[in-house]
């Protein structure tokens, strides 16, 4: 049985998603979550990383609908978001990271300054305040993110933390 507790936790997290704040999750918002970060970071998009953001947006957009939108209007409710959160990925969280793995690789390419698939700390806390997270969280969360403490943080870090977030009821 799902705890009350774990759904108001993910009904919390709906706002994540609600870029707009409308009160619904929909493709705008992954347009508009995809357009502050290139924003943030001074890229353009029409630039490889620019499209590529772009395109991991509309794949996190159809994975997310595949999954919550269940009466098929394009657009995912608070309701909508808690149901398909707990009773699809609260037991598989890797399928929600695989869903969001090619947004998450296509921002950390945003925010790796030097190519080498990694972004620094402080930049990951770039990557999240662009995407609505404060000041004080976004520098905690990218903190917690580097677990080997050597300043970087790697797809598989970033991936591995988005499911746990969305996902354990912790």
């Known amino acids: 049985m799902v705890s009350s507790e774990y759904e108001r936790r993910i ?13 619904y999750i929909d493709r705008a918002d ?12 001074g890229t353009a998009a029409r630039s490889d990383k ?6 991991g947006a509309e794949a996190f957009w159809q994975g997310m609908a595949g999954i919550a939108d269940r009466d ?10 808690v149901n398909g959160a707990v009773k699809q990925l609260r037991d598989n969280p890797d399928r929600f990271a ?23 700390v402080e930049d990951t806390a770039r ?10 969280t976004a520098g905690t969360a990218a903190a917690a993110l580097d677990t080997d403490g050597d300043g970087r943080i790697g797809e ?3 991936v591995a933390a988005f499911a746990r977030y969305f996902t354990v009821p912790e």
């Open 11 to 23: 009904a919390g997290r709906f706002a994540t998603f609600d870029q707009d704040g409308n009160g």
């Open 50 to 55: 620019g499209q590529a953001l772009y395109v």
């Open 127 to 136: 990557v999240l305040r662009s995407l609505g997270a404060t000041q004080e």
């Open 30 to 41: 992954f347009n508009v979550a995809a357009k502050a970060l290139l924003a943030e970071f």
């Open 72 to 81: 098929g209007d394009q657009r995912i409710t608070r309701e909508e978001f």
């Open 156 to 158: 598989e870090e970033i």
């Open 98 to 120: 695989e869903i969001a793995r090619p947004f998450l690789h296509a921002a950390l390419a945003v925010a790796d300054p030097d190519g080498d698939g990694s972004a620094t």
